[in-house]
């Protein structure tokens, strides 16, 4: 039996979960997707410009991603997950790898905060926050400036 202050069952379905997730985008299925997500989910992906209300508006936003990038693996690099009572606040950064649209492997590095709530003994997503890693970001940056002084 898990005492209280031994969360070790808790990070495990907690990852699962964060697995689940991936394992969605990886097998372009909305249904999970849906699923993975609270109805009143909140956060920002990418791409996101304003804020992201609730699952079905987080649905619209990944739209353009399951259309354009076909995700086939994925790593953990760094997980931190701190529980407040029955809120667990996850912090990652992941690796993806895959294909874009025009059949380019691309790899690329998110960063990501997670809120998952425990209701009826059971862990949802309640908000998130994902963003590019800045080393993709300086990697971008590097390649444009090289674009700009190569013409």
Do not use: C
């Not at 985008?25 to 989910?41: N, Q, V």
């Not at 699952?55 to 739209?63: C, G, M, P």
């Not at 905060?113 to 003994?121: A, F, G, P, Q």
């Amino acid at each position: 039996m898990e005492t209280h202050n031994d969360r070790g069952q808790d990070r495990k379905e907690i990852l699962a979960h964060i697995d689940s997730v991936f394992q969605a985008f990886i097998h372009r299925d909305e249904a999970a997707i849906h699923a993975t997500h609270l109805p009143e989910w909140k956060g920002f992906t990418v791409r996101s410009r304003a804020t992201v209300r609730s699952r079905d508006e987080y649905l619209q936003e990944v739209q353009g991603l399951l259309k354009n990038q076909y995700w086939k693996f994925y790593e953990m690099l760094d997980v931190d997950i701190a529980f407040h009572g029955e809120t667990a606040i996850v912090t990652y950064i992941a690796r993806v790898s895959g294909k874009d649209s025009q059949e380019k492997y691309f790899e690329t590095k998110l960063r990501v905060l997670d809120i998952y709530v425990k209701k009826d003994s059971v862990w949802g997503l309640a908000a998130s926050s994902v963003s590019l890693h800045p080393d993709i970001i300086d990697k971008q940056l590097n390649a444009a400036i090289s674009a700009l002084t190569l013409s």
